[in-house]
């Protein structure tokens, strides 16, 4: 079982759908090229340091090594090694845990995420300033409405179209009473809540499921007429680009559905005065081989989120 965390500061990410010019477009590609290259001279590193069996790289030895070397800003490169030792420490945790089929980094990047920190972030007036190191133009964004100050963010390619992603932090108000309440995830229904006081409540998750089948429709009718084309072509690239824009649809439509299912289970919380929240973890379950149409199902199961 895991216990909700408490703290005073929580992050939230909120996403914006960007509509560059072709020169603010050809920077971000550009930006992101580098990126990648930077991520693959970390994996590089550290496949260096396995091989010889010597000390792996740490952040500082990461950040001299990226320092000056690529078409970045110095923090966005900095953020790109903060990412790569993320993962490796991930991989080193699930490894202890018994998962041995967990790689540690070892793909080809040619594009990674442009990252920047709050302190690198300049709002001026309508627009976001986003710097890519001396001597290069920054890349220069409509501002949302609901960005009010500098703060983390990122630019990554999402299918059809560059997203923002920006960090945003805000204070977690304090828990309404002292009862305790279990949430069960499941497929069928997204969750069922019930308090050490008796009450409880279910919400349905057949929306999920039903918009996940119909996805799958989606892409098996379209793999089936992209057979028949050469990959690469005129036909199939057309094709792709309808896949894409309806599995982002479908994307959009299971991510709210997800949150006004979550959004449910907290008002029911702070409606019955609960104070700890404990979430079961059904990875065990998601794991077990249980054939070929289930496993689908089960693998598309987004209980982590």
Not at 81 to 89: E, K, R, Y
Request: hydrophobic residues 35%.
């Amino acid at each position: 079982m895991k216990q909700a965390a408490q703290g005073r500061i929580a992050n939230t990410v909120k996403i914006a759908a960007l509509s560059p010019s072709k020169a603010i477009k050809q920077r971000i590609r550009d930006g992101q090229l580098e990126a990648g290259k930077a991520w693959m001279l970390c994996r590089d590193a550290l496949q260096a340091a396995m091989a010889a069996r010597s000390r792996w790289p740490n952040r500082d030895s990461l950040q001299k090594a990226v320092k000056g070397r690529f078409g970045l800003h110095s923090q966005s490169a900095q953020m790109v090694t903060h990412a790569f030792l993320a993962n490796v420490d991930t991989a080193r945790q699930l490894r202890a845990e018994g998962r041995k089929e967990i790689r540690y980094p070892w793909r080809d990047k040619k594009f990674y995420p442009l990252m920047w920190p709050a302190q690198a972030m300049a709002l001026q007036g309508d627009k976001i300033v986003l710097p890519m190191g001396r001597n290069r133009g920054s890349i220069v964004l409509d501002r949302p409405d609901w960005l009010v100050a500098p703060a983390a963010c990122k630019i990554i390619w999402n299918r059809t179209h560059y997203e923002l992603h920006v960090t945003i932090k805000h204070e977690i108000q304090a828990a309404p009473g002292d009862l305790h309440a279990t949430v069960d995830l499941g497929q069928i229904h997204q969750c069922a809540v019930t308090t050490n006081a008796g009450q409880g409540l279910i919400v349905s998750g057949r929306g999920i499921r039903s918009e996940k089948q119909r996805m799958n429709k989606m892409h098996g009718s379209i793999a089936k007429l992209q057979s028949r084309c050469k990959k690469g072509s005129r036909r199939w690239r057309k094709l792709q680009h309808s896949r894409n824009t309806y599995a982002l649809r479908s994307e959009r439509r299971i991510r709210d559905l997800r949150h006004k299912g979550t959004r449910q289970v907290i008002d029911f919380c702070v409606a019955n005065e609960v104070g700890s929240l404990f979430i079961g973890d059904p990875h065990g379950v998601r794991r077990k081989n249980s054939g070929r149409k289930h496993n689908q199902r089960m693998s598309q199961w987004e209980y982590g989120k």
